[in-house]
């Protein structure tokens, strides 16, 4: 019998549940870069390591750039290895995801996210982590700073799963999750944390006593199978995402299912979302229940691997699918990323809802409980007359009204 | 496609080299279109070819030498073709134009 976890109940923000969790993960390295809205998460651990409270290496960088080549280096040496960025620092580290994936390395990441410059915005939406999707990185979406916390927990198990061995990405709402405080329960001691996730010695690293080369050039006769390993890898990684979740329940009593439904059994409309925005969402759901409209919500947890299994099967009784993605792919017929992803898995499906997408939220354009009844009305209309749009819904533009 | 050439579960992962030096097992001579070829009469040992050789192709031999006009030399130099990718510095640089570069023919 596992002794008991006792938790401290903290009043944190996102940010720092993330450093928190980092704390009780007992990270190595953390080499990063500021950028709002996620500079506070490394400010507090850079706190606990001066504190003495964390054993870390903190690596001061000029770049984004830098700060991820840091960590693909720190964690080919073995180490466990943290950063975090948002936005324009996300994109900068672009070429690098590829890298930290392509060499197999565990790293984690919390991403605050934040809409994408031009124009400049410090505000929330999902453009940044969006545009990472085909980095081959473990992608989750989380609603709360608990989750935040417990997350970033999971996903060093996850990571560094002989499985896996692909880099995590952990992404909240930047500002609405990142600054506003919570109570959040963190580990009295971390060592019921730390044994959850032991430092694993089964992976290939850096060692002068056994040298061996990372990351050489690949003849076009190698690529391709080393590109495949990937592919397999993010198969496991659907695995042992869903393991680690059974697995942190058991031990420490809370769950996050990589798709999450509220009072979805008997709806006929769902609304799909993900991050904070959830929890507006589920109010809307109450309000529109009062008054009689058979609506359900769902949340989206798990990104990448895509949980397709788990997504047909919350959806597929429904009427009406309306996807809310908070990000653009410009130019696209159907430009929610989310709502692209779900529309290619029904095409194999006899019985399938009717789906819309809607973008809102972009830039932390304010998303209330009413504009989700408002779409959820217009979705019902529309099924109705059966002329469910064919095209993404840009909800809330000044100048573009929907009837 | 080469069917010798191991598959996805075989490749290590990542593609990572776990044996150090093992690149001389890949032998590069084959992506030569011209190959150097030394005129043992006209070379006069500077080393020069051996000093600027990008790809150690370059051998020095324990074969002595006697030139027509009787001149001694207690070793040659020779290309080794398995590496040689024929980009012919050696035959820019020899002082003694003792070096040619001849078209592989297949």
Redesign the interface.
């Known amino acids: 019998m596992m002794p008991e976890v006792r938790w401290r109940r903290l009043p944190l923000n996102a940010n720092y549940a993330v450093a928190h969790a980092v704390k009780d993960s007992d990270v190595d390295v953390v080499a990063a870069y500021p950028i709002t809205p996620q500079t506070t998460v490394v400010e507090k651990i850079s706190e606990f390591i001066a504190n003495g409270e964390l054993d870390a290496e903190m690596i001061h960088v000029e770049s984004e750039h830098s700060a991820l080549s840091a960590c693909v280096g720190a964690s080919a040496a073995g180490a466990r290895v943290f950063t975090a960025t948002a936005a324009q620092g996300l994109e900068l580290m672009h070429e690098i995801l590829h890298i930290a994936s392509g060499l197999r390395l565990p790293i984690v990441m919390t991403i605050a996210t934040r809409a994408l410059s031009a124009p400049i915005s410090i505000w929330c939406d999902y453009s940044d982590v969006m545009n990472a999707r085909d980095a081959s990185w473990v992608t989750m979406f989380v609603s709360s700073a608990q989750e935040a916390y417990d997350s970033v927990i999971q996903a060093f198990k996850i990571a560094e799963h002989p499985d896996v061995l692909l880099p995590v990405m952990v992404a909240y709402d930047g500002f609405i999750m990142s600054h506003t405080y919570e109570p959040v329960l963190v580990a009295e001691d971390p060592a019921p944390i730390r044994e959850f996730i032991p430092k694993r010695r089964d992976r290939i690293v850096l060692d002068p006593e056994k040298p061996v080369t990372m990351g050489p050039i690949a003849m076009p006769e190698w690529y391709y199978e080393i590109k495949y390993q990937q592919v397999e890898a993010m198969k496991n990684a659907y695995r042992v995402v869903k393991e680690t979740i059974d697995e942190f329940a058991k031990r420490f009593g809370r769950r996050y299912p990589v798709v999450e439904t509220y009072r979805l059994e008997d709806a006929e409309i769902g609304i799909l979302t993900y991050g904070a925005i959830y929890g507006t969402l589920r109010e809307a759901i109450d309000i529109m229940r009062s008054k009689g409209m058979k609506v359900g919500a769902i949340k989206l947890r798990l990104w990448r691997p895509f949980p397709y299994e788990e997504v047909l099967q919350a959806i597929k009784h429904l009427k009406l699918l309306i996807v809310a993605d908070r990000a653009i792919s410009y130019g696209a017929r159907i430009a929610g990323p989310v709502a692209l992803e779900i529309m290619s898995l029904l095409l194999y499906e006899s019985e399938r809802p009717e789906v819309m997408s809607v973008v809102i939220g972009i830039g932390q354009r304010t998303v209330t409980e009413e504009d989700f009844e408002q779409i959820a009305k217009l979705g019902a209309k529309w099924l109705e007359e059966k002329r469910i749009p064919r095209e993404t819904i840009y909800w809330g533009v000044r100048g573009v009204t929907y009837a | ?2 069917s010798e ?4 579960k075989e ?8 044996e ?1 030096g093992n690149s001389v097992k890949y032998k590069t001579g084959d992506w030569r279109t011209f190959r150097p070829v030394i005129d043992q009469e006209k070379c006069v040992r500077c080393l020069f070819c051996w000093a600027y050789c990008p790809d150690a192709a370059v051998k020095i031999v324990e074969k002595p030498y006697r030139t027509q006009s009787g001149r001694e030399y207690q070793f040659s130099v020779e290309i080794d073709y398995d590496y040689c990718k024929g980009c012919g510095i050696c035959a820019n640089e020899c002082p003694a134009k003792a070096i040619q570069m001849v078209e592989e023919v297949k």
């Open positions: 496609m080469s050439l191991p598959t996805w490749i290590p992962i990542a593609g990572t080299i776990l150090p």
